[in-house]
Each structure stands twice: as C-alpha cells, then as structure tokens.
Antibody, heavy 124, light 107 residues
Framework: QITLKESGPTLVKPTQTLTLTCTFSGFSLSTSGVGVGWIRQPPGKALEWLALIYWDDDKQYSPSLNSRLTITKDTSKNQVVLTMTNMDPVDTATYYC????????????????WGQGTLVTVSS | DIQMTQSPSSLSTSVGDRVTITCRASQSISNYLNWYQQKSGKAPKLLIYAASTLQSGVPSRFSGSGSGTDFTLTISSLQPEDFATYYCQQSYSTPWTFGQGTKVEIK
C-alpha cells in the first residue's frame, strides 16, 4: 500500500528558504515508471503543479517558479525533498506530494496517491 | 503553458441528478487529461485518467470523455458523498496545469 507524508516548517519568514520532505512507502523511486511530484494549493484556490522527479532522476519544474525550486530524491531513505527559495506571503499554501504513475509516451500519466498535505504560512 | 478552463465554476444540484462538468484546453492535449475530486480539507483523489479510464475503486457512476481540447466529467446519479470540488489536469506537456475547479454543492 502506497503512502506519502509531507513534513517541514509550518511558518517561514519572507525571503527565507522552505525545505519540505516527502517520505513515502509502498514503492521505490528506483523503479521504472515511477515519479513523485509536488503540488500546492493556496487557501481557497486551485491546485498548482510545482515540480516532478522521475525514477531516473529526470526533473521537471514549473517555469514560473523554476529559478526558486530544487527537487531531489534519496532512494535509500524513500524521500523526496523540495526546496523553494525567497519565500513570499503569496507562497502561503498547502503543499502536497504525490506518487506519479506513468508509461513513457502514453497518456497514462497521473498522480494516483497523495499525501495529506502540509500548510505552510509565510509571514514575518 | 496550456490553460485549462472548467465550466461551470460551481453548481447547485440534488442527490440523484446527472451532473456534467466540462474542461477545455487552450491547445490540443490528445487524451492526456485527468480528473480529481477534492473534499474540503482533504487531498485530491484521482477519479479518471487518460480522459476516460476509471481509476480502480472509483464508482461507475463517474465517467469521462473527450479528446483534443474538449472534455467532460459526468456523474450519472449524484450521491451525497459526491459533493466536492472537481479538477481537471493536463499531463500532455509540462508545466502540468489544473483547471480552476468546479464546486458541486447541495441545492
């Protein structure tokens, strides 16, 4: 059974760097066809895709946030880490990590398991 | 970026009603379209992937259709547990993008 859980600070100050960890079980990020993504949701607003890391360490970032984001994986610890620099109050949101199931070159490409999310507030 | 536009943004409906939500992409995305359900305070749940394939364990009253730029999510007979917000999401090209959501409320 696949589970994911986000962890990190609940409050950060403007200009600080946010580091979030996604700890998962039930799958390995060294298995072909697997990835982990980060998605966020400001209070009362829609979902926004942030970044993806694939089993082969390929990484994709949202262009609007690309310069601020870094995603890495530690396969031995079953963890994926997202860092976001220069935090601003508009970055206040619930941050989710999710398991990606995909078949390269096909439309089978979706987030089928999600963590519970972690609310990060940016305020001085 | 590919823009995803859902309509309506919200709807009030009753148990037993048939509900249709539409999602339009700003360019063709073939069938690279997923639907998620999100209940208040909870993480999204995958309902349908590849435009029309029902995720395992999802009730058959949910169905999806469409290809290219126009897609629909249909709930054939709304149940009390279906009151939630629904999002479409394209996985055709990064950045993957979500629609703005459709909130299904009790009339």
């Amino acid at each position: 059974q696949i589970t994911l859980k986000e962890s990190g600070p609940t409050l950060v100050k403007p200009t600080q760097t946010l580091t979030l960890t996604c700890t998962f079980s039930g799958f390995s990020l060294s298995t072909s066809g697997v990835g982990v993504g980060w998605i966020r949701q400001p209070p009362g607003k829609a979902l926004e895709w942030l970044a993806l890391i694939y089993w082969d360490d390929d990484k994709q970032y949202s262009p609007s946030l690309n310069s601020r984001l870094t995603i890495t994986k530690d396969t031995s610890k079953n963890q994926v880490v997202l860092t976001m620099t220069n935090m601003d109050p508009v970055d206040t949101a619930t941050y989710y990590c999710a398991h990606l199931d995909y078949v390269w070159g096909s439309s089978k490409n979706y987030f089928d398991y999600w963590g519970q999310g972690t609310l990060v507030t940016v305020s001085s | 970026d590919i823009q995803m536009t859902q309509s309506p943004s919200s709807l009030s409906t009753s148990v037993g009603d048939r509900v249709t939500i539409t999602c339009r992409a700003s360019q063709s995305i073939s069938n690279y379209l997923n639907w998620y359900q999100q209940k208040s305070g909870k993480a999204p749940k995958l309902l349908i992937y590849a435009a029309s394939t029902l995720q395992s364990g999802v009730p058959s009253r949910f169905s999806g259709s469409g290809s290219g730029t126009d897609f629909t999510l249909t709930i054939s007979s709304l149940q009390p547990e279906d009151f939630a917000t629904y999002y479409c999401q394209q996985s055709y090209s990064t950045p993957w993008t979500f629609g703005q959501g459709t909130k299904v409320e009790i009339k």
